[in-house]
Every structure is written in C-alpha cells, then in structure tokens.
C-alpha cells in the first residue's frame, strides 16, 4: 500500500482543514488508517484512527470532538476534517496503514505503511 496524504496548510487559529490520505492497492479496505502527528522537537504522536470498514474510530482527549476521521474505501481515501484549530495542532501530519490483526490502533509501531506527511499551520 502506498499512501499520500495531503490537504495541509496555514490557517488561522478557530479555523479548519480537512486532510486526505489517498491509497493505491487493491487491499486497502483491509486496512486500519491511523494519522499522526510530528511537531518540531516532538515526537509522533497518534491523533485518530478508523477501522477496514470505517465502522470504529478512535481518537485521543485532544482530538475528539474537534477531529473527524472517516473514509471512502470505494475512492481509497481516508479523510481528517479538523475544526476549532489551535497553534498546538501545529505539526506534520501523516496518514498510516495497519494490519488490523497486528498491534494498537495508537502505536506508530504497528503501522506498515506511511504516508510522506503534509504540514498544517495554525497561527495565533
């Protein structure tokens, strides 16, 4: 599987984006999609998840309620929708595949397959 994400950029804080993960590979739909974040001097961490049949998403306390994680297996695409921005949401984001069968969905260990990253900016 390779995955590309995509849809970052610079908004202002209370603003919003929504992230793609675009997949090739005919067994995507098998797949747990995680997005995780990096920010300078951090290290990665885990934002959300959804599983093969979209039917399970995950969050942590920071992301839920603000974050959206949903997907299209038809198109191949997975989709972050991010609202209520703050300048700590600032980072790299990257889309992730797992074996839904191998590790936790919010272990950047477990995932396979990594996306190259797409930077949001969220000024103050």
């Known amino acids: 599987v390779q995955l590309q994400a995509s849809g970052g950029g610079f908004v202002q804080a209370g603003g919003s984006l929504r992230l793609s993960c675009a997949a090739s590979g005919r067994t995507f739909g098998s797949y747990t999609i995680g997005w995780f974040r990096q920010a300078p001097g951090n290290e990665r961490e885990f934002v959300a998840a959804i599983s093969w049949s979209g039917g399970n998403t995950y969050y942590t306390g920071t992301s839920k309620g603000r974050f959206t994680i949903s997907r299209d297996n038809a198109k191949n695409t997975v989709y972050l929708s991010m609202i209520t921005l703050k300048p700590e949401d600032t980072a790299v984001y990257y889309c992730?595949?797992?074996?839904?069968?191998?590790?936790?969905?919010?272990?950047?260990?477990?995932?396979?397959?990594w996306g190259q990253g797409t930077q949001v900016t969220v000024s103050s």
């Open positions: 992730a595949a797992k074996n839904p069968r191998r590790g936790m969905y919010y272990a950047s260990t477990a995932y396979d397959y």
